[in-house]
């Protein structure tokens, strides 16, 4: 069975993720990044990381750009997190979006909006590219629908 996809970080992309995310966590945030912090499947620790939240059709959407990663997985587990930005913190549940039509019209939108920052981690697929093209690199990243609680 082959490794789900998983683009790992650089030591400059570490260095460039715990900046903006500790930016973030004092108020200053670039173009809606948040601050995720969710709690570890192993440790039980919250675990932070810098996200882009993402808005279509009236719903909120955290897509994971490089694949099945560490917040991607304890997401599963632990079904929800917080999202800061200053003092504001925002619990939420998340539920994953299923690859599917839906999904793939979700990760267009995304990548129209962030794909500036994040095509690199996509091989090749952007918003530009054809609706079989966007489906097939769904299973590659997953997508979380979140509802802010209160």
């Known amino acids: 069975m082959p490794q789900p996809y998983y683009r790992q970080a650089n030591a400059f992309n570490v260095r460039l993720n715990s900046t903006i995310g500790r930016l973030a966590r004092h108020g200053v945030s ?7 912090s969710v709690r570890g ?16 059709e009236g719903a909120q959407y955290l897509v994971s750009a490089r694949g099945h990663s560490q917040w991607v997985r304890n997401m599963r587990v632990a079904g ?14 998340a539920v994953e979006v299923a690859d599917d039509a839906q999904k793939a019209l979700i990760v267009r939108a995304y990548l129209e909006r962030w794909g500036w920052e994040v095509n690199q981690y996509f091989q090749g697929v952007t918003a530009k590219s054809t609706d079989a093209e966007l489906l097939a690199a769904c299973p590659d990243h997953p997508v979380f629908r979140i509802t802010v609680e209160g």
Do not use: D
């Not at 999202?83 to 549940?93: E, H, S």
């Open 41 to 56: 499947r192993k440790s039980g620790q919250m675990q932070r990381i810098p996200v882009n939240p993402h808005s279509y």
């Open 80 to 93: 929800g997190g917080e999202l800061q930005v200053g003092r504001k913190i925002r619990a939420f549940t």
């Open 30 to 36: 670039f173009l809606g990044t948040a601050e995720l």
